[in-house]
Nanobody, 125 residues
Framework: QVQLVESGGGLVQAGGSLRLSCAAS????????MGWFRQAPGKEREFVARINGGGGLTNYADSVKGRFTISRDNDKNTVYLQMSSLKPEDTAVYYC??????????????????WGQGTQVTVSS
């Protein structure tokens, strides 16, 4: 059982930056692959970024490549999403997720076992 607690969401102007944090409670955090997803009003939840347990592998959705960076600090049991050059279309509820062990479907919701409560990110134009 892993609990994920997100923070850092809020209102930001287009072109600005924001860093989301997701703190995990539980054992063996470094063994968990972590992902970020987002869901905009009227749309399906979509993949944003993932990072493997050791931090050596990352993947990003095409829509955020070059603007978002996922990272983790295993000593602090925390994963981050640094968001830069934000656009109004980035407005969504952002969720962090975790899955133990190796997964190949890191780009799908069903690839993860644990989810945070979500944090709202609103980008004004």
């Amino acid at each position: 059982q892993v609990q994920l607690v997100e923070s850092g969401g809020g209102l930001v102007q287009a072109g600005g930056s924001l860093r989301l944090s997701c703190a995990a409670s539980g054992r063996s955090f470094s063994s968990y692959a972590m992902g970020w997803f987002r869901q905009a009003p009227g749309k399906e939840r979509e993949f944003v970024a993932r990072i493997n347990g050791g931090g050596g592998l990352t993947n990003y959705a095409d829509s955020v490549k070059g603007r978002f960076t996922i990272s983790r600090d295993n000593d602090k049991n925390t994963v981050y999403l640094q968001m830069s050059s934000l656009k109004p279309e980035d407005t969504a509820v952002y969720y962090c997720a975790a899955r133990g062990g190796y997964i190949s479907n890191w780009y799908e919701r069903d690839g993860y076992d644990y989810w945070g409560q979500g944090t709202q990110v609103t980008v004004s134009s």
